[in-house]
């Protein structure tokens, strides 16, 4: 559910988690399949949003650090998944593994909903789509 909808990127928390705040921020407008291929510009905008987003994460959920992970093999569109991480986590110093995945939170309606509108305060509000 969007909760920061940025200059040229919205920040969707994720209802099936590994880690509370989760994240994916996929770029807005048209099709750009890899980072290379942004625009100077464009790429300046999308790591502004991509910071707001992550102060939002932080303010709300105060992960001990933040991961960013850019895949893009399941979608070919430029997309960052931020990823906070705890103290307690599986996997201290090291990217999160199956264990964590495998055994990811989903969140009901309500949480979901709480805690993107704690998320879209911080940062400054958004719309849900």
């Not at 994916?24 to 399949?33: E, I, S, W």
């Not at 199956?98 to 979901?112: G, M, N, Q, V, Y």
Request: a negative charge; proline letters at 8%; aromatic letters at 8%.
């Amino acid at each position: 559910m969007r909760y920061w909808k940025g200059e040229v990127a919205d920040a969707y928390l994720q209802r099936v988690t590994p880690a509370l705040g989760y994240t994916a921020v996929l770029f807005r407008g048209r099709h750009v399949p890899d980072p290379v291929d942004l625009q100077p510009d464009e790429l300046v905008s999308f790591w502004s949003d991509v910071r707001i987003a992550v102060a939002a994460i932080q303010a709300v959920f105060s992960p001990c650090h933040v991961n960013y992970q850019m895949l893009g093999n399941a979608t070919p569109h430029v997309h960052v998944h931020v990823v906070p991480r705890y103290l307690d986590d599986p996997s201290p110093g090291l990217p999160l593994g199956d264990r964590a995945w495998d055994s990811a939170r989903h969140l009901t309606d309500s949480e979901l909903e709480g805690q993107v509108a704690a998320l879209s305060k911080v940062s400054g509000g958004a719309t849900s789509a």
